[in-house]
């Protein structure tokens, strides 16, 4: 019997006859409203109207349900008619967003709840009729005398609460709400029924309460960090009463300053820096060791006591970087957002099926069981390049399907949002984003196309066979959010070649500017790889200097052409401009014997930058990209001077003081009035290095040393950390673990340090390496570690940090060279 019903539903679906708008350009319909209507119901009244007009030539009228409406309607929103008529519509059921398209003889009924159901409603109906909006400029309204649709009985209701593409091309008023977005840093307002508003937005803990305000009166209120409450860099202290007491306040006078917020976020500000009092030290250990247990025990405190006053509200806070691991016991409350950021992950594939991605799903499994309001905060770019090749379409298609299955209910998909936009494929990635996060079960091939199609005409295709060559450059490799990608081949080669095709292809003056632009990323990896610098002749250069600073400035007239204003997260083009014109040639010091050949640049915060196994032809120093911030004055063997262990460096002026075959001595002063000597010697066991820094000025000064390599370990998925403690303790670490993230750092002192040589161990890469040095002359030893991009495996030893009188001297030495195991 179920099967007969079932079968008669569909063939009456069938047999139904369609509902003709528009036939040969002219209507009987008119558009009705609810004469309470809100803006947002006028302007899907407005729109439909606009819309069908641009489509057939023919001009619904609007009219209201309290003006006795007749004859042939689309009934909008909940009004007087559609009761009239007896259909029954599940408005308490379809929230603020969902909404119902129906036909009921001759009418079509578009009713949702408010305040954007019956809009979102609308802009579905159009898309069945053929309307797209690709971007803010282009869009796809087929020209049709006759429209007709239905038979219609169905339900909508977006897959997530909170959708935001946080792309500039994503913040447009009539693209977001055409695609139905909500979030936040859009541009929707009354008119397109609000979104959902944060304040503040994120990393908010300074804005809370303010060091400015509270340090000197408070110290107490801040992270204790090394024994010493500290502002730069640090957080809240969040087992503080007076903390909790002030955040509450806080929150409550921000609630009043914007009441029309939905979510206040109470968040870590964006570096690390926890507490490392006896408190919150209890509670990490109760929380199993997890950094976001005192930050979620203080949120859900601060929460329950913002619902007494405002039960409506919700509050906000992150895991990420250091708080991304759940806590063992501490649950969100009802009225808590959880944002899981997944900062270190490869973008390049689906995150269930990459190992370099399988931490970040085990966090997500956690979460998701201890909490039903979860958000993601999920990163679509290259911030530290804009325009780079980024392709992680596969992975987007997949994963935000992933979500859903997991519980998430919100989506920030962060890419670059700089004013004039311009980040590589942004519309498209906008676009394929918007469509997903309103329904993940789409095609996002077929959207891809689509898109494609709409905004790129005739030369489509070819931008499709870009794409596919693009993918397949990540099929078997990693992409990551700061990195470089390593496109291999001949793919540049044949990239230039595809989009010189579709620029002939372009039917269109418009759509050739387009292509244009599509192609920015190809110019700037081809910039890229110019600016690399290589030694040659005694210097470090790139190539052919003054030819790249020429196609640079070409290049940027170009992009600003197109009205970008950044390339880089937080940096304006003219940084760039100024960087590139600074590019000159260094001089290089070459060492020299048997077993190693090593290049010194003294200019370069004198900077050993390569060190030549002749054994094996390795470089023991990581390969330095020259899309690297702070490029080439980065990575290889350096020293620095710094206040204390956690203060900035102070700048150095290196000089040559003294050269020979094997050896140079280095001169620096420091801006703190510290005078630096640095010796770099190869022996036959390696290279030996000696620096001293002396206070010549007239009054006391804190400083400490610190000596640093970036080795490359060769297959970091084989590499070990060996080192015996001062206590004599054995220690022997593989960096690269399952279900951990592929980065990480550790930093020991006292008698968990390695006492006097630590070595980095991989039977694959032919070469272990080693650091040996004085103990009774280092305080502290770090280790960091990433997989991403480049393999990194950096030793860091610290001098002691001492007050160094008029006259007094530091010292640290230390050797580099093989293992000798």
């Known amino acids: 019997m179920a099967i007969k019903i079932v079968f008669l539903l569909l063939l009456s679906a069938f047999l139904l006859p369609a509902v003709t ?69 599940p408005f308490a059921a379809l929230g603020a967003e969902g909404f119902a398209l129906k036909t009921s003889g001759r009418h079509v009924i578009v009713a949702g709840g408010r305040p954007r159901g019956t809009l979102y409603g609308v802009y579905t109906l159009l898309e069945k009729l053929g309307c797209r909006w690709f971007s803010r400029e282009v869009s796809r309204i087929p020209k049709i005398s006759t429209l007709a649709i239905g038979p219609l009985d169905e339900t909508h209701q977006p897959a997530f609460e909170y959708r935001e593409p946080f792309f500039t091309e994503a913040f447009d008023k009539d693209w977001a709400a055409r695609n139905k977005t909500n979030g936040d840093h859009s541009e929707l307002d009354e008119s397109t029924g609000g979104k959902l508003r944060y304040y503040p937005f994120v990393h908010s803990f300074y804005q809370m309460i303010p060091p400015e305000k509270h340090f000197k009166e408070h110290p107490e209120y801040f992270s204790l960090i090394d024994g010493k409450r500290r502002v730069e860099r640090g957080q809240l202290c969040l087992t503080n009463p007076g903390v909790l007491r002030r955040g509450v306040e806080a929150v409550r006078e921000w609630i009043r300053q914007h009441p029309e917020a939905t979510i206040y976020s109470v968040s870590q500000n964006d570096w690390e820096g926890w507490c490392e009092c006896a408190n919150c030290r209890r509670v990490e250990e109760e ?44 649950r969100p409350r009802r009225n808590v957002r959880i944002r899981l950021c ?182 700037y990896m081809e910039l890229l790889r110019a600016k690399t610098y ?60 048997e077993a190693w050949r090593v290049d010194v640049v003294p200019e370069l915060s004198g900077r050993v930058i390569r060190m030549l196994d002749k054994r094996t032809g390795r470089d023991a120093l990581r390969r330095i990209d020259s899309g690297e911030r702070g490029y080439p004055d980065v990575g290889g063997l350096s020293v620095s001077v710094h206040p204390d262990f956690h203060g900035r460096a102070w700048p150095i002026q290196w ?53 640093r390599v970036d080795w490359d370990p060769g297959d970091i998925d084989d590499a070990t950390v060996a080192f015996r403690r001062r206590d004599a303790g054995q220690v022997e670490r593989k960096l690269i673990q399952p279900e951990e993230p592929p980065t990480g750092s550790e930093t020991w002192s006292g008698i968990e340090q390695p006492g006097g040589e630590w070595q980095v161990l991989s039977a694959r890469a032919g070469l272990s390496l080693a650091n040996r040095f004085v103990p009774d002359q280092v305080e502290r030893s770090f280790l960091s570690w990433t997989a991403k991009g480049s393999p990194r495996v950096t030793f860091g030893l610290w001098s002691k940090a001492r007050r160094l009188e008029p006259g007094e001297r530091l010292r640290l030495e230390a050797v580099y060279g093989a293992a000798s195991r």
């Not at 930050?295 to 006053?309: F, G």
């Not at 210097?539 to 950044?566: E, K, N, V």
Request: proline share 5%; charged share 25%.
């Open 655 to 707: 000089q040559v003081e003294k050269v020979a075959s094997s050896q140079v001595w280095l001169t620096g002063a420091a801006s703190s009035g510290l005078r630096v000597r640095r010796g770099i010697e190869l022996r036959p066991d390696g290279l030996h290095t000696e620096t001293s820094v002396e206070n010549s000025g007239a009054t006391a000064v804190e400083a400490a040393l610190q000596s």
């Open 342 to 523: 997944p900062i270190g992950v490869c973008e390049a594939h689906p995150y269930e099926k990459c190992e370099r991605s399988a931490y970040f799903m085990k966090n997500l499994r956690a979460w998701s069981k201890i909490t039903r309001q979860l958000y993601i905060w999920h990163y679509n770019t290259n911030f530290s390049h804009y325009l780079l090749p980024f392709p992680d379409f596969e992975e987007l298609a997949a994963d935000i399907p992933m979500y859903r299955r997991h519980g998430v209910v919100g989506l920030f998909l962060e890419g670059a949002y700089a004013p004039g936009g311009g980040g590589e494929n942004a519309e498209l990635r906008s676009y394929l984003m918007a469509r997903l996060l309103w329904d993940p079960s789409i095609d996002a091939n077929r959207t891809i196309d689509e898109f494609l199609d709409g905004v790129y005409g005739r030369a489509a295709r070819t931008l499709r066979s870009y794409l596919d060559l693009l993918h397949r450059q990540v099929s078997s490799q990693h992409i990551w959010i700061f990195n470089v990608p390593e496109l291999r081949g001949d793919f540049l080669r044949q990239a230039r070649a595809l989009f010189q095709r579709a620029e002939s292809e372009a039917e269109s003056e418009a759509v050739r500017r387009r292509v244009e632009k599509a192609r920015l990323p190809i110019d």
């Open 21 to 89: 708008l528009v036939e040969g350009g002219k209507s009987t319909y008119s558009i009705c409203l609810p004469a309470d209507a809100l803006p947002s119901e006028r302007r899907a009244a407005a729109e439909l109207q606009r819309f069908v007009e641009e489509m057939s030539g023919a001009r619904l009228p609007i009219v209201s349900d309290d003006a006795g409406a007749r004859g042939d309607l689309v009934l909008l929103g909940d009004n007087r008619v559609l009761r009239r008529l007896g259909v029954s519509v």
């Open 534 to 593: 290589q030694v040659r002749d005694g210097r470090y250069a790139p190539a052919d200097p003054a030819a790249m600073r020429d196609r640079f400035q070409t290049f940027l007239s170009r992009a600003r052409s197109f009205g970008i204003t950044s390339l880089h997260e937080g940096r304006d083009l003219s940084v760039d401009e100024k960087e590139f014109a600074a590019l000159q040639p260094y001089r290089v010091m070459e060492l020299e014997n």
């Open 287 to 330: 929380e199993g060791g997890q950094h976001s247990g005192p930050i979620l025990r203080y949120v859900n405190a601060l929460a329950a006591e913002i619902e007494q006053t405002h039960p409506d509200k919700l509050i906000d806070t992150l895991a990420y970087w250091y708080s991304e691991n759940p806590p063992l016991k501490a």
